[in-house]
């Protein structure tokens, strides 16, 4: 089992940014592609980015495309994600999740979640 604790949400302006980390234990970190999802208020949860087990493949939900960057530090066993550019829209819970695939953006494809981490965006 992999444990997931995210942290750097709170409350920024329109426009700001934040890093949100996701500290990862319990097995090889570098076996699992890594993920961020959203939940916002009365929405399901949604896709935001992706990284390979490496490092190296990334991918993005069309929304958060040229405004957020997924990365990862295996030595540390943490994923981050930056985010700039912030808009009231992404207000959501953001979490981590991690799959034994290389990469997946379907949540389905995630065995384990962190508890999440809240961002508030304030126009």
């Known amino acids: 089992q992999v444990q997931l604790v995210e942290s750097g949400g709170g409350l920024v302006q329109a426009g700001g940014s934040l890093r949100l980390s996701c500290a990862a234990s319990?097995?090889?970190?570098?076996?699992?592609?890594m993920g961020w999802f959203r939940q916002g208020p009365g929405s399901e949860r949604e896709f935001v980015a992706a990284i390979g087990r490496s490092g190296i493949s990334t991918g993005y939900a069309d929304s958060v495309k040229g405004r957020f960057t997924i990365s990862r530090d295996n030595a540390g066993n943490t994923v981050y994600l930056q985010m700039n550019s912030l808009k009231p829209e992404d207000t959501a819970v953001y979490y981590c999740?991690?799959?034994?695939?290389?990469?997946?953006?379907?949540?389905?494809?995630?065995?384990?979640w962190g508890q999440g981490t809240q961002v508030t965006v304030s126009t």
């Open positions: 319990g097995r090889t970190f570098s076996n699992y592609g």
């Open positions: 999740a991690a799959t034994p695939r290389y990469y997946a953006s379907n949540p389905g494809g995630y065995d384990y």
